[in-house]
């Protein structure tokens, strides 16, 4: 068996105006894929963001796709360290078989404040994503041959623990905004990216703008940035371990409901 898809593997979450006027659907879709030769007992993540055109006008033409692109980078900076999730837990067979975790982020409408928005969408989309349990089955040839699980609760899951979230601080004069709207990312030259874990620890930054900022601010904002940081995780683990508690009672959202 070289490449499985498989529906039961698909899990979406849908984040509905968590900052401001900002709406992304995120979806996770799992594969079954060779693992890359200098990680041959891991999986891997792929990130995907489409910016539709209808979110903003400046997105017409190349300008959702630069975008896109810039965020989808910034995920795999974020994701690219052994901490923020067990890879090798999407590991079937070394070398052979593994688990692709495809996440495809839609931007549908931009209030501001993107990336923090897309880091915790994506994060609640893996926390919600099942994995079918596989075995690997080897013959008397040597032969190796895949077997998925009929039941449907047999799965893994990937803890998300230590997956960070990203939180923006914007420079406006002497001062810095945390989830700023448009008008306030309009007013400021240069933001400061910050990924922060649940426990407070900052992972990776990412100064964006054309302006400049000083030591003593870069200082200032990553402080504010852990803060900010332990208080969201806080708040979204909160909301999500309620969500699934509630099974199929919870309220369904958007176009899904």
């Not at 990680?39 to 017409?60: I, M, Q, R, W």
């Not at 880091?119 to 994995?131: D, M, Y």
């Not at 998300?160 to 448009?182: F, M, Q, S, W």
């Not at 990412?206 to 208080?231: A, H, Y």
Request: overall charge negative.
């Amino acid at each position: 068996m070289a490449s499985v898809t498989l529906s039961e593997a698909e899990k979406v979450y849908i984040v509905h105006g968590v900052q401001g006027h900002t709406d992304i659907l995120v979806g996770v879709k799992a594969e079954m894929g060779t693992p890359k030769l200098e990680k041959p007992n891991e999986g891997y993540l792929e990130f995907f963001v489409d910016c539709s055109a209808s979110a903003t006008p400046e997105f017409e033409g190349r300008g959702g796709d630069d975008l896109g692109t810039e965020i989808a980078n910034t995920l795999y900076r974020i994701f690219n360290n052994k901490s923020s999730v067990d890879l090798k837990t999407l590991c079937i067979s070394p070398r052979e078989h593994c688990w692709v975790l495809y996440v495809d982020v839609l931007l549908l409408e931009c209030g501001g404040n993107l990336f923090d928005a897309i880091s915790i969408a994506v994060k609640a989309a893996l926390f919600n994503t099942r994995i079918p349990r596989v075995r690997v089955l080897e013959d008397e040839e040597g032969s190796k041959d895949i077997e998925l699980s009929d039941d449907p609760y047999d799965c893994i899951r990937l803890s998300v623990e230590n997956v960070p979230c990203i939180v923006t601080l914007c420079k406006i004069g002497y001062r810095h905004v945390v989830d700023a709207t448009l008008q306030e990312e309009a007013c400021s030259l240069a933001s400061l990216l910050v990924s922060v874990t649940s426990k407070g620890v900052v992972t990776c930054m990412r100064k964006v703008g054309k302006g400049s900022l000083d030591p003593e601010s870069i200082f200032e904002m990553m402080e504010t940035g852990k803060r900010v940081g332990k208080v969201l995780h806080a708040s979204l683990q909160s909301v999500v371990h309620k969500e699934e508690s509630l099974g199929p009672k919870r309220q369904k959202v958007g176009f899904l409901g």
